[in-house]
């Protein structure tokens, strides 16, 4: 069926996120959809895990599917930290939770393949987009339907990413102009530069409890029989 597309904006059939918050990288914690994050990004290991199924060498990366392993990195080198092996004398990867998929073993070994090219967490073939170093919640009320929801995004998200999060909620959400405070939303710009500013720090100053005001975006309907 033919689709008059949106009024504005990107094409959110094909939409690409540019970041995902902490609790959501969590909720990919079983092998068969298997996310991590370090150094600031996001990775889908799940094609890494379904072309090593049953190898013991798994174990480690199976423990964190959902977690943050940036402890298991060197930040400048960007690799995985080495530390001198105190029964050969040699550099090598340090890996408290046991050796894992492309690591050397300690000592030379003729069943161990290094034909593989480059190991999996230095190219950015599993990469899915950045981690949101700083979250907060916002309030969406549907004007026309008097439903309000709750999100938790991302400090740097635009308007256009946000209204991707909240599209499980209200398919025809790019048929309404947003607005905070009378004004409409420019949804190129994220919600600080749209003015609504993050006060958390402020209200820890004050000891308050943030959650007591939860900025709210209100959406009104256009009319303009978009379909996403």
């Not at 199924?53 to 930290?81: M, N, Y």
């Not at 004398?89 to 340090?94: A, Q, S």
């Not at 990413?161 to 190129?188: C, F, Q, V």
């Not at 006060?199 to 943030?210: A, V």
Request: proline letters at 7%; a negative charge; glycine letters at 6%.
């Amino acid at each position: 069926m033919p689709r008059r597309g949106l009024v504005a904006g990107p094409d959110l059939d094909n939409f690409q996120r540019r970041y995902f918050t902490p609790s959501e990288v969590a909720e990919h914690n079983q092998p068969e959809d298997l996310w991590v994050s370090y150094l600031g990004f996001v990775y889908n290991l799940t094609p890494l895990v379904e072309e090593f199924k049953g190898d013991l060498l798994l174990k480690p990366i199976l423990e964190v599917a959902g977690q943050d392993i940036s402890h298991w990195f060197d930040p400048q080198t960007r690799d995985i930290r080495k530390h001198i092996d105190p029964l050969t004398g040699c550099m090598r990867y340090r890996t408290p939770r046991g050796r894992f998929v492309h690591i050397p073993p300690p000592l030379p070994r003729s069943d161990w393949a290094n034909d593989f090219g480059v190991p999996w967490w230095k190219g950015a073939n599993y990469q899915v987009g950045r981690l949101s170093a700083r979250t907060r919640n916002i309030r969406i009320i549907n004007t026309l339907a008097m439903q309000e929801h709750t999100l938790q995004v991302g400090a740097l998200e635009s308007m256009w990413e946000i209204l991707h999060r909240y599209l499980p909620y209200n398919a025809h959400a790019a048929s309404y102009t947003w607005k905070y405070d009378g004004k409409n939303l420019n949804m190129d710009q994220t919600l600080e530069e749209n003015g609504i500013r993050d006060e958390e720090e402020e209200f820890d100053y004050l000891n308050m409890d943030g959650k007591l005001h939860t900025p709210a975006i209100l959406l009104y309907f256009n009319d303009d029989l978009t379909e996403l």
